[in-house]
């Protein structure tokens, strides 16, 4: 069966990175006018050589945005089922070697956290856990869909790479999108950062995206942990990886994801320090490489940095969010996976949004509609 490993192959980390960094001013500025970008423009816009054409990019991305999106901001927030976890990864708080009392919400419990979710106004909720085969598998999930699909026009799901007919099984229940973020597209430095457990299988991950979109899902987000290793070359192959699904699965909606590693209890720092006019530069390169795809931010990012960026290209954002299962009632001291740097509730980031004449969407898909 062909999957995206089959292009990956055919490419060196290596080779990109020197491509990259080559680029220059006439490749920006060609990439820039030119309409239907390719991957190789994308790389002249993610180049070193770009950071000079901030504006002009900054201008044409909300331009574009506009064009697409309208005024309009999504929000969304995560509901931390379990931070129960079988592997080791070297950046994260729920890490197996990383010594936190663990638990996994039950369904009355479930219900708490829907209740006091819904009660900040939110419609489309994000389903995380850690990856504990024994405790979160595909019952539980099958159980807690059940459980919110009364309450929720939109689910997605960020939780261990699944077989495909698991996923089936899933959207059957209700299963709307899937986040799986790759982390790097560095093979070593991947088997670095994750010595331990299933998410080691660097192959099986590159595939998930696949077997979603054989699967059928509404929408698979994608992305990596920027700090892990070169942003710039893990953010081309991520728009390598993209472009082959939007071609492959073209029913299948797609969405970008910027994580900056953030500390966390016990943490690892950041290989790669990315500086907030580069993630700038990123977002912007993004859309205007993509006009389709939707982008989005967490809270992992200050206040001021998401106010800016919110009218330059993002088109989710995540608000009040709590990174700890029952976080929001049932048990709101839990450790967190990572601090969150955006405290603000829903209800400030609406208004944000609105005194930048847009308008938060609580609710922008209903599988009834
Ligand atoms: S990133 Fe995911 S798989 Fe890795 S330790 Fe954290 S919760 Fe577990």
New binding site residues.
Partial sequence: MSSFINIFDQYSWDDIKERIYSKTASDVEAALTKPGRTPDDFMALISPAAAAYLEPMAQLSQQLTLQRFGKTIQLYVPMYLS?E?????T??????DNKVRRRTLTATEILQEAEAIKSMGYEHVLLV???ANHTVHIPYFKNALQLLRPHFAHISMEV?PLDEEDYRELIAGGLHTVLVYQETYHREDYKKH?PK?K?SNFQYRIETPDRLGRAGVHKIGLGILIGLEDWRTDSFFTALHLQYLERTYWQTKYSISFPRLRPFSGGLEPKVDMKDRELVQLICAWRIFNQEVELSLSTRELPKFRDHVMQLGITSISAGSKTNPGGYAVEPESLE?FEIADERSPAEMARVIASKGYEAVWKDWDQAL
């Fill in positions: 931070n976890c079988n592997n080791i990864c950046y994260c708080g729920f890490s197996l856990t850690g990856e261990q994750h457990g998410k996976q």
